[in-house]
């Protein structure tokens, strides 16, 4: 961790990287966990993200944004995709990239969406689907090193099967409390009815605003809106309240 | 030499060759900001430049609306990979706001309501390159998306055109803003990636 908080030199910070692919792991029936070997990587701080360029044979080149899903671990980065039916990366990522197949990667990049382990604050985390990723590499950061830091947990997704990291999030984590929401489909005998995220829910699975969390928000541009615009209407201080758009809004 | 990516075709080319290397189109109009939404009030709202020497020129809301306006259409690039052509708007050109202001300052911070600011030279601001917009295709500037008023600085990476904006202050240094301060870069030009410090 150290490594990602000592200056850098930018030409070294910016330098692009041939990352290999190690591993696949299926995580839902459109999302995967990526893991790459990156020679030379810094390491990285919870909540940071990479840009990844591919390079077609013709030269043609495109960049997308990936959060860091994993804590830091020497040279070897995961990251988690989900895939959009008429996306341009993400298919790609997901279905067509083998295991030895090169993309390159630079960063990590981002100083502002993180959480650091010297933070004492109880911390809120809320995420929309895909927006799960950088939280739990927070989640995995703390658990990596003991970290006994408050976390609330609130992660809104539309059905159970499209659940990130559910053996890993059942596992218990003392002192990091989970909420569910689901927003087409519950689990069977699930007393919340399917819903967008409410007020109500921030309020019942979050921290009262005179705890003072910070409250990391990340999603669709539309579920940290409305999110991120709740926490706020109950009254917790916009700068405490951190957010990372993904992109459109669904 | 990048290296090639096994399999990677990529969509179609755009033949328009409007596209900044490493961007893809979008026709949606994605939101990047650091934080919630902050709600400005239009009885409040006040829109100042600040001189080097301490000297104010500001407009209300009322005022504001009162000046000559214009109607770009420009594409948008986002540090985030996005574009988005012909987009339209309607605000004051920043040559307008700038005419009477007596300063030697060279470069610029834009101030936000919610506090985020940006930089960039002073320079990049005038002669038709810039404009404070208050409607966005046909339709008063949602709030997600700046409103009241944003800053439009399209031939600057998108982070630059600050939303809710409320200010700017000139400067005989350069002072980064928000994300200036967390690596990205002072002056963004999409075309030739300065996506972050050292691009
Ligand atoms: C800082 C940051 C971190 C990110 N981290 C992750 C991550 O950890 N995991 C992840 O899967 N994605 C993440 N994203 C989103 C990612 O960068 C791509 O936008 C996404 O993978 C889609 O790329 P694509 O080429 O497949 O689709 P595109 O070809 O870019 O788009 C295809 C269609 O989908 C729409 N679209 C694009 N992005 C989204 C979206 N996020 N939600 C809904 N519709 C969309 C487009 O408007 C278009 O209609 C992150 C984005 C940012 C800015």
């Known amino acids: 961790m150290a490594g990602a908080t000592v200056p850098r030199r930018l030409g070294e910070r910016l330098r692009w990287r041939a990352a290999r692919l190690t591993e696949r792991v299926t995580e839902t029936g459109t999302a995967r966990t ?38 830091p671990d020497g ?86 099967d499209d659940q990130l990291y559910t053996a890993e999030l059942r596992r218990d984590d003392p002192g990091l409390d989970k909420t569910y929401l689901y927003t087409r489909s519950t689990p069977e005998h699930w007393p919340r009815p399917p819903g967008h995220v409410t007020a109500s829910d921030l309020s019942t699975g979050g921290w009262p605003p005179d705890f003072e969390p910070t409250c990391y928000v990340c999603g669709s541009t539309g579920f940290v809106e409305t999110a991120a615009g709740l926490l706020v209407a109950l009254g917790h201080h916009p700068g405490r309240i951190r957010t990372e758009r993904f992109g459109p809004s669904a | 030499m990048p290296i090639i990516s096994r399999g990677f075709h990529g969509r179609a080319r755009d033949p328009r060759h409007r596209l900044p290397p490493g961007q893809y189109e979008t026709n949606g109009f994605p939101v990047l900001s650091t934080g919630p939404t902050p709600a400005v009030h239009l009885d409040q709202w006040e829109f100042t430049i600040r001189t080097e020497t301490g000297a104010r020129h500001s407009w209300d809301w009322t005022q504001f609306l009162a000046l000559p306006d214009e109607t770009p259409t420009v594409d948008l690039h986002c540090v985030t990979k996005w574009s988005k052509f012909d987009t339209d708007w309607q605000g004051v050109s920043l040559d307008v706001l700038l005419e009477d202001v007596e300063t030697n300052a060279d470069y610029a911070l834009v101030r936000s309501y919610g506090d985020y600011t940006t930089n960039m030279p002073l320079e990049d601001l005038v002669d038709g390159q810039a404009w404070i917009a208050y409607r966005y295709d046909g339709e008063e500037l949602d709030p997600e998306h700046g409103g009241p008023a944003r800053l439009l600085i399209p031939h600057l990476y998108f982070w630059k055109s600050a939303k809710w904006v409320r200010g700017i202050q000139l400067l005989m240094e350069e002072e980064r803003g928000f994300w200036e301060t967390y690596g990205y870069h002072d002056y963004g030009d999409p075309w030739r990636e300065q996506r972050y410090q050292g691009d």
């Open chain 1, 75 to 160: 040279e070897s980065v995961a990251l988690t995709v989900q895939r959009l039916e008429d996306g341009e990366v993400s298919p790609y990522l997901t279905d067509e990239l083998a295991v030895g197949d090169l993309v390159e990667l630079r960063g990590p990049v981002g100083g502002w969406f993180v959480w650091r382990t010297e933070q004492k604050e109880p911390i809120l985390l809320v995420g929309g689907g895909s927006g799960l990723v950088p939280l739990m590499a927070m989640i995995r950061t703390r658990r990596a090193v003991s970290d006994r830091t408050p976390f609330r947990l609130l992660y809104s997704v539309r059905s159970p």
């Open chain 1, 34 to 71: 990526l893991v790459f070997d990156v020679p030379g990587w810094p390491g990285h701080l919870a909540g940071q993200h990479v840009d990844v360029r591919l390079t077609a044979e013709d030269g043609y080149s495109t960049q997308r944004s990936y959060s860091l899903a994993s804590a």
